[in-house]
């Protein structure tokens, strides 16, 4: 398998709190990657700097061997990154199809009939097409979570980020979603996923990366990078999780 996503010396402060420290990484087509540190370790805003909504101080990214440096999120969606985020932000007076056909015409850039064939095989993958005419803002939390997953899906994405879709939810609610990623991971989309619910990660993921302050402190398997007292120090309360 190639690189299709990687990081090299990736710098990026907030004046004294650095959120990416040299951060040097790289993803696999078809890996399922989990990332886990502290809350205010850099994590989303990782995912922003993937996705173009902040700009590194220093440092590149790359996708499919090429700098994305210069991208906007938009073009960096076009290309095939895509994300869901913690707090579902959908839009809420509009329905749970035209939500998910917002994201198809326009982060895919499918004409109507595609778009709509797009959103029918989507919903139904992420297990809401019969909510399909129901008004997003009268959703449930998981119904929600659910829609971050369906609208990121339909942009078509080679890499789909998703940023603790997992929190918040009960543990039946969390075992049906890890088997819906599951199913998402079986088609081969490259996955990286934020998130503190460490066993939902270790039930999807093949590789776990640590930061912390923005730098990598760990990166490997994922059973032995639980058992690492390094990261069960700088992680405190992961080992009760896992």
């Known amino acids: 398998m190639q690189n299709i996503l990687e990081t090299k010396n990736l710098c990026k402060s907030f004046g004294a709190v650095s959120v990416a420290d040299k951060l040097n990484f790289n993803i696999l087509e078809s890996e ?9 370790a850099g994590k989303t805003s990782l995912f922003n ?40 932000q959908p839009f809420g007076g509009l ?6 056909f ?11 009939k595609k778009a709509n064939e797009l959103c029918i095989e989507i919903l139904e993958q992420t297990g809401l097409l019969t909510k399909a005419n129901q008004i997003a803002n009268t959703l449930t939390l998981l119904e929600r979570k659910r829609l971050e997953l ?23 609610e969390c075992q049906s979603l890890i088997k819906t990623i599951n199913k998402i991971k079986s088609t081969g989309i ?9 066993h ?5 993921v093949d590789r776990l990366i640590v930061i912390n302050f923005g730098a990598k402190i760990a990166d490997g ?20 999780d896992a």
């Open 190 to 198: 490259t996955i990286i996923w934020i998130e503190h619910i460490v």
């Open 200 to 204: 939902a990660l270790l039930s999807v």
């Open 221 to 240: 398997n994922p059973k032995k990078i639980m058992s690492s007292k390094e990261v069960k120090e700088i992680y405190i309360g992961i080992e009760a």
């Open 102 to 112: 917002v994201a198809a015409a326009h982060g895919a850039r499918l004409d109507t």
């Open 150 to 172: 369906a609208r990121a899906l339909c942009a078509k994405p080679n890499i789909l980020l998703l940023d603790e879709i997992a929190g918040g939810l009960t543990e039946t």
């Open 32 to 40: 399922s990657v989990g990332i886990i540190g502290p809350n205010g």
């Open 95 to 100: 329905s749970v199809f035209e939500n998910a």
């Open 49 to 88: 700097l993937i996705t173009g909504t902040i700009s590194q101080d220093n440092g590149s990214i790359f996708y499919k061997g090429a700098s994305i440096d210069h991208l906007n999120p938009s073009d960096r969606c076009h290309k095939g990154i895509s994300r869901s985020f913690q707090i579902p």
